[in-house]
């Protein structure tokens, strides 16, 4: 039997969480951290997303809200009994002179999965955002599922980014070939979006072997990485997000 399940996250200055609703699979727990954010940790309270699943997350870092969202373990998406696609949504809004900080752990595909995976972001215009993606194609010694992942970010009400990408089975031709993944199982993504970029762009660049820094047609710039490993995937974003990070 499919489930439907909504997760919601409002973080206010000061540290206040105002809302933090579990529902399903998506339980969120505060948990201690020694920086300047309020963080939350998605806990994985039982095997999802399956086939047919309905599974969203809407986070709101109200103004001058300073949030990380990360997650205890890896989200594995599995086959069920419907035919249908698992869907899965994250909708985040954040406000002015907020950040947000959201680094959840790698979605691994696991053989036989279909998954459709939603991002979706507005941005006040003073807005403050780290956002990772990791991708895992099949666990170890197994083909992968089947994914469609759409990531698209907005700015002051203005478009920053808008993507998809598509692998496995159910993909069009060639989303293994030596354009896109090259025979690689690990894709992965980091997105920083901050005001001073306005001012000094970052620099295109190569970053590890297989990793490439741009900057955006805003201030932001992304990170495209593809690895033959989870380790060596984490590896690569976070040496982008070291530089990215530097004055």
Known sequence: MSLSATAR?????????PVLLSDGPLA???????GPY?????VGAMSAPLGG???AIETEVRDGARLLVDSAAATVALPGRAAEPARYDVRITVGADAELRWLPEQLVCARGSDLVMRTTVELAATARLVLREEQILGR???????????LAVHRAGRPLLD???AYGPGA??????GAVLAGHRSVGQLLVVDPA?????VEPRALAENAVLAPLAGPGALVTAVATDALELRRALDEALDVLARP
Do not use: C, Y
């Open 9 to 17: 996250i409002v973080a206010e200055a000061g540290g206040g969480l």
């Open 28 to 34: 969120l727990r505060r948990t201690r951290t020694t």
């Open 38 to 42: 309020t963080r939350v940790t998605v």
């Open 53 to 55: 699943d309905r599974l």
């Open 140 to 150: 170890h010694g197994e083909e992968t599922g089947t994914l469609l992942s759409r």
């Open 163 to 165: 993507q998809e990408v």
């Open 172 to 177: 069009p031709a060639g989303w293994n070939g």
């Open 197 to 201: 970029f306005a001012e000094k762009p």
